[in-house]
């Protein structure tokens, strides 16, 4: 089991970056392949990005392929979600999520048993 934790939202202006931490928990941490997620009003969750537990293999979709970097550092425990060139379209509360040792980066938010509380990012024009 692990537990997460999401940080680094805020409001920024078009164009701008930020960057985005999941903090997890447990020794087996390693094992998990990860996704980001977000979410508007309305909407159902949008997958943005996976790395796979093995760290090899990533997977963005064309929305934000390009834009988005996601990686992990183990040691620490944590993976990130650089975002650069922002749109107000970006805007939406984002999620981490885990599922263990999936060689496959799952783009279904169903395939993910481990979720995040959330964070805020909000990109104005």
């Known amino acids: 089991q692990v537990q997460l934790v999401e940080s680094g939202g805020g409001l920024v202006q078009a164009g701008a970056s930020l960057r985005l931490s999941c903090a997890g928990s447990?020794?087996?941490?390693?094992?998990?392949?990860m996704g980001w997620f977000r979410r508007t009003p309305g909407k159902e969750r949008e997958f943005v990005a996976g790395?796979?537990?093995?760290?090899?293999?990533?997977r963005y979709p064309d929305s934000v392929k390009g834009r988005f970097t996601i990686y992990r550092d183990n040691a620490k425990n944590m993976v990130y979600l650089q975002m650069n060139s922002l749109k107000p379209e970006d805007t939406a509360v984002y999620y981490c999520?885990?599922?263990?040792?999936?060689?496959?980066?799952?783009?279904?938010?169903?395939?993910?048993?481990?979720w995040g509380q959330g964070t805020q990012v909000t990109v104005s024009s």
């Open positions: 999520a885990a599922v263990f040792r999936s060689a496959v980066i799952y783009d279904d938010a169903r395939r993910y048993d481990y």
């Open positions: 447990g020794r087996t941490f390693s094992s998990y392949t």
């Open positions: 790395l796979a537990w093995t760290g090899i293999s990533t």
